[in-house]
């Protein structure tokens, strides 16, 4: 099942970073290869790319990455993600990998796998309980299950720090969030 991010233009066209990003990319080894998976507008793109990082920014549209597409700290690969097609970057690992407001189950595996050794991954997504808060993703299938993301990763990363819970801002939701090495 798969939720998709807004398109160009939408919510978080020009949105500021998620600030579960900005508290845990300090994380990320300097000057390590980042994915920014389902990318969006890239407003994490911009801040990875500011912060020193190569970005390799990935979505099924990348329109809404503007110039930034064309920066030299960014690889912007456009891909359907939840194609037949194999994962666009198997066999690639990052030194980190940021995911918001994207759920793709199959894919779960692989965005652990590409982190790498000393990385770190970044996830932030809707989860249950959101239909009931107002949020705009109401169809269980497209919401993470309690404890999903601890699952994901259990045996594979070390987790620095979880939450499944119901956030004001920028509007109410409930959302799960996830900040786990790869020691």
Known sequence: MSLARPVSGGPHAGAAPSSWVVRFAPLIPPGA???????????????????????????RDLSGLGVLARDPRVEAIEADLESAAPFPLAGRTFGGVVVTNYLHRPLLPAIVAAVAPGGVLIYETFAE???????????????????????????????????????????????????????
């Open 129 to 183: 309980g959101n239909e009931e808060v107002g949020g705009r993703v109401r169809n269980p299938a497209f919401l993470l299950r309690h404890g999903e993301l601890l699952e994901a990763v259990r045996g594979k990363l070390r987790v620095a720090a979880y939450e499944d819970l119901v956030t004001e801002e920028p509007a109410p939701a409930a959302v799960q969030r996830i900040c786990a090495r790869h020691e």
């Open 33 to 59: 290869p980042v994915l920014d998976l389902a990318c969006g507008a890239g407003r994490h793109t911009r801040l990875l790319a500011e912060a020193g990082h190569r970005v390799t920014a990935v979505d």
